[in-house]
């Protein structure tokens, strides 16, 4: 009788239980802090204060930028939850505190005591009502004397805040306050990077290009509570927020001016391509031809960096594709580009050709010097045109090269 052996087989092991999830919340309070001993503990205590006084289930983030006095501490012991940021600048820590919160709004306050944040509810409000992103007002809401600089009062703020809204179209009269509240998704979504002082004028610009919904709240701004000097740097941090701006409106930086260079020039150049000109005894000949010639191709140069910056841009997921800009492609392709590249050179060609001609019906001698350059000039402007069009055409495809994810 053949023997059998029982096996046992064991137990599936159990998979180990998941850890749940923190609940959401519906407000997180984040507040940049280097070194703010002297404030933070009260800014933590008056926001938690303010959202227990609207019964707003919330939490306080203090994203810290390496501080070494105690901050840390402090903003602990007033029951904040501190997110560590390694990168340094005000922008890394707040995207620090930005990705540590889990609230469904977030609004960002400075840690040195300058902004009320009794004034949350009024965010909130904006934010429950369907607002991406709601900014904070300190000229319509009260600057208290000493709270501000003269010069950031009067000349800083508003040129910088009137050139946002130039540039960009934006709504906001206060590009720079630092009390402001938005939905935590719609901010994720526009990808913010910049590091330093100028990532508030980021999150406006990129907000307004995405079409977020912006709108603003008064508040105001009180003289700080530091014991030591500002990390705001004036004409540093000026020239940063303006910088950005200028980088990211390709239009401005490039296109108008080179557009309005190439109307110019290209007037001139037919206005002086048959006979001199003389305007209130003002004689203009083939010298001012030569510049004429040259604000055309100078200008040709900056339209064509603007479409260069942007198509770099929109492929790099710095500014949106529009529609206006998805027809636009559809006219100015490489195709588009060889064609008019082609005409330039032919023109310039036939220019040149036809100066050699009078240089040889005069056997290759002295020529009139006004006649031959009025024929010359042009035609080495198309020329260079031509050439300059054809290869910047190939550049544009190539920068605009589908990306594989």
């Known amino acids: ?28 309070v984040v507040m940049p802090c280097l070194n703010e001993a002297a404030t933070v503990g009260r800014c933590v205590a008056k926001a938690r204060r303010a959202m227990e006084d609207a019964c707003v289930e919330g939490e306080v983030i203090v994203a810290d930028n ?8 402090i903003a602990e012991a007033a029951g904040a939850r501190v997110a560590p940021a390694e990168r340094k600048g005000y922008g890394a820590a707040l995207a620090a505190g930005f990705a540590a919160a889990r ?65 960009f179209g934006s709504p906001c009269r206060d590009f720079h306050c630092g009390l402001r509240g938005f939905r935590r998704e719609a901010i994720q979504s526009l990808d913010l990077r910049t590091p330093g002082m100028e990532f508030a004028s980021e999150m406006v610009v990129k907000a307004t290009l995405h079409g977020l919904k912006i709108s603003e709240v008064h508040t105001t701004l009180a003289p700080d509570g530091r014991n030591r ?32 260079l190439m109307t110019v020039g290209l007037a001139a150049v037919v206005w002086l391509g048959s006979a001199p000109r003389t305007v209130a005894g003002v004689t203009f000949d083939v010298h001012t031809l030569l510049y004429a010639v040259a604000a055309l191709m100078l200008g040709s140069q900056a339209v ?15 500014l949106p594709a529009t529609k206006r800009w998805r027809r636009l492609l559809e006219i100015v392709n490489l195709e588009t580009g060889l064609a008019l590249g082609t005409l330039l050179f032919l023109a310039g060609l036939c220019g040149s050709i036809m100066a050699v001609r009078a240089w040889s019906a005069a056997g290759f001698g002295p020529l009139p ?3 031959t350059l009025r024929l010359v000039i042009p035609s080495v402007g198309g020329l260079v045109l031509g050439c300059q069009t054809v290869m910047a055409s190939f550049l544009l495809s190539i920068i605009g090269l589908e990306r594989r994810p």
């Open 66 to 73: 390496g501080s070494v006095d105690g901050s840390v501490q």
């Open 369 to 371: 010097r006004a006649d």
């Open 229 to 260: 000097p500002p990390h705001l740097r004036s004409f540093r941090d000026g020239w940063r927020h303006l910088r950005f701006m200028l980088l990211f409106s390709p239009n401005w930086l490039f296109l108008y001016p080179g557009a309005a």
């Open 304 to 318: 064509l960096f603007s479409l260069f910056a942007r198509v770099f841009a929109i492929g790099a997921g710095l």
């Open 103 to 167: 609230g469904t709004f977030v609004i960002m306050g400075d840690a040195d005591d300058s902004y009320d944040f009794s004034h949350l509810p009024r965010f909130l409000e904006k934010l429950r009502a369907g607002d991406d992103l709601v900014m904070g007002d300190r000229f319509a809401g009260g600057i208290l004397p000493g709270a501000m600089p003269p010069l950031h009062r009067y000349l800083g703020n508003p040129l910088l805040s009137g050139i946002g809204r130039v540039l």
């Open 1 to 28: 009788m053949a023997s059998t052996m029982n096996t046992i087989t064991p137990a599936p092991e159990e998979p180990p239980a998941a850890i749940p999830e923190p609940p959401a919340l519906e407000l997180s």
